[in-house]
T-cell receptor, first 116, second 111 residues
Framework: DAGVTQSPTHLIKTRGQQVTLRCSPK?????VSWYQQALGQGPQFIFQ???????QRGNFPDRFSGHQFPNYSSELNVNALLLGDSALYLC???????????????FGQGTRLTVV | DAKTTQPTSMDCAEGRAANLPCNHS???????VYWYRQIHSQGPQYIIH???NNETNEMASLIITEDRKSSTLILPHATLRDTAVYYC????????????FGGGTRLMVKP
C-alpha cells in the first residue's frame, strides 16, 4: 500500500514564476491538506480539500490555490513566486467520516521548492 | 486549537526511556492530544493520540494527567533512529487536517 506520494521532490523556480505541486493521498483517504514548512520551523497549514472543495484555509494569500480531483489527488499552485516562498511543501491525507471526524493525518515526504 | 508548550530540546541515552513533556493548560473538553515526529528531511509521522485515558501503541505510550493540562510521550527504549523533532498538538477531532504545529522538542538520542 503506497503512502502519500508527492511530486516533484525538488524544484527550483525564479521569482515571479508559477509552480504546481502534486499529491496522491494514501489509498482509501479522501481528504488532503497542504502545509508549508520554512527551514527550522514547524509546518504551517495552507488549506484542506475534501469532496473537491476547499474546506479550511490557513493564513496564506490568494497566490496559493489548490485543486482536488475525483480520484482524491490534489495540486497546490503558487503564483507570482517570492523568495520567501522557498520551503518544504508537505501534503497530508486522512479519511474523513461524518460521524467520527477525521482520522490521523499521514504526510508525504514533501517537495522542496527553492525560489531564486 | 489550544496552545502547547514543549522544551526546545532534550537528550536521551540509547536504550533508555525518553519522556517528552507537553503543557496544554487551556485544552478544552473536546480537544485531543496528538503527537507527531519529524525525522530530518522527512514528512511528519503520526505517533499516537488520546483524549483523557492513557494510550499505548507499538511506537509509544501517552500519559495524560487527570486534569488534562499536560501530557508525556514515552518512548520506552529509545534508539538512534528516534532522533527527531517531536510535536505535541491539541486539536478538536473534527478539525480536519488542520494541525497547528509549534516549535516541537528536538530529541537527540546518543549512543
Amino acid at each position: 500500500d503506497a503512502g502519500v506520494t508527492q511530486s516533484p521532490t525538488h524544484l527550483i523556480k525564479t521569482r515571479g514564476q508559477q509552480v504546481t505541486l502534486r499529491c496522491s493521498p494514501k489509498s482509501g483517504h479522501d481528504t488532503v491538506s497542504w502545509y508549508q514548512q520554512a527551514l527550522g520551523q514547524g509546518p504551517q497549514f495552507i488549506f484542506q480539500y475534501y469532496e473537491e472543495e476547499e474546506r479550511q484555509r490557513g493564513n496564506f494569500p490568494d497566490r496559493f490555490s489548490g485543486h482536488q480531483f475525483p480520484n482524491y489527488s490534489s495540486e497546490l499552485n503558487v503564483n507570482a513566486l517570492l523568495l520567501g516562498d522557498s520551503a518544504l511543501y508537505l501534503c497530508a491525507s486522512s479519511l474523513s467520516t461524518r460521524i467520527l471526524g477525521n482520522t490521523e493525518a499521514f504526510f508525504g515526504q514533501g517537495t522542496r521548492l527553492t525560489v531564486v | 486549537d489550544a496552545k502547547t508548550t514543549q522544551p526546545t530540546s532534550m537528550d536521551c541515552a540509547e536504550g533508555r526511556a525518553a519522556n517528552l513533556p507537553c503543557n496544554h493548560s487551556t485544552i478544552s473538553g473536546n480537544e485531543y492530544v496528538y503527537w507527531y515526529r519529524q525525522i530530518h528531511s522527512q514528512g511528519p509521522q503520526y505517533i499516537i493520540h488520546g483524549l483523557k485515558n492513557n494510550e499505548t501503541n507499538e511506537m509509544a505510550s501517552l500519559i495524560i494527567t487527570e486534569d488534562r493540562k499536560s501530557s508525556t510521550l514515552i518512548l520506552p527504549h529509545a534508539t538512534l533512529r528516534d532522533t527527531a523533532v517531536y510535536y505535541c498538538i491539541v486539536r478538536h477531532n473534527n478539525a480536519g487536517n488542520m494541525l497547528t504545529f509549534g516549535g516541537g522538542t528536538r530529541l537527540m538520542v546518543k549512543p
